[in-house]
């Protein structure tokens, strides 16, 4: 059964630095992806990042731009998220998640995903991200 697990969460002062792990149990090279998205207290989830392993494109939203950064690490079946300058806003539940579907050859394949949310196939559990002032 297909499943992904995030880690490395934590809490941080504001300008430090985490990085975020997913692991997935099944890594296919056919560019579908696996993506990071997070959700704060009294507000919807939302995209922050999303790779296509399999054909090297990433998406970034305009709030981490220039700061995070997702890799992909294939022999591990494992998806990082550097954050690097983090914000209090920043703060939240970060949580990985997988699309098994095949729309993956779109040019709008990974902001679309982004921006539903809930078109993601599988998720897993969160990994609570606190950043201090």
């Known amino acids: 059964r297909f499943s992904c697990r995030a880690s490395g969460g934590g809490w941080v002062q504001s300008g430090g630095s985490l990085t975020l792990s997913c692991v997935v149990s099944?890594?296919?090279?056919?560019?579908?992806?696996i993506g990071w998205f997070r959700q704060a207290p009294g507000k919807e989830r939302e995209g922050v990042s999303l790779?296509?392993?399999?054909?090297?494109?990433?998406y970034y939203s305009d709030a981490v731009k220039g700061r995070f950064t997702i890799v992909s690490d294939n022999a591990k079946k494992t998806v990082y998220l550097q954050m690097n300058d983090l914000k209090p806003d920043d703060t939240a539940v970060y949580y990985c998640?997988?699309?098994?579907?095949?729309?993956?050859?779109?040019?709008?394949?990974?902001?679309?995903?982004?921006?539903?949310?809930?078109?993601?196939?599988?998720w897993g559990k969160g990994t609570q991200v606190t950043v201090s002032s």
């Open positions: 998640a997988a699309d098994r579907s095949s729309g993956y050859e779109s040019p709008t394949y990974l902001n679309t995903l982004a921006a539903l949310v809930w078109g993601m196939d599988y």
């Open positions: 790779i296509s392993p399999g054909r090297g494109k990433t």
């Open positions: 099944e890594f296919t090279f056919d560019g579908r992806a």
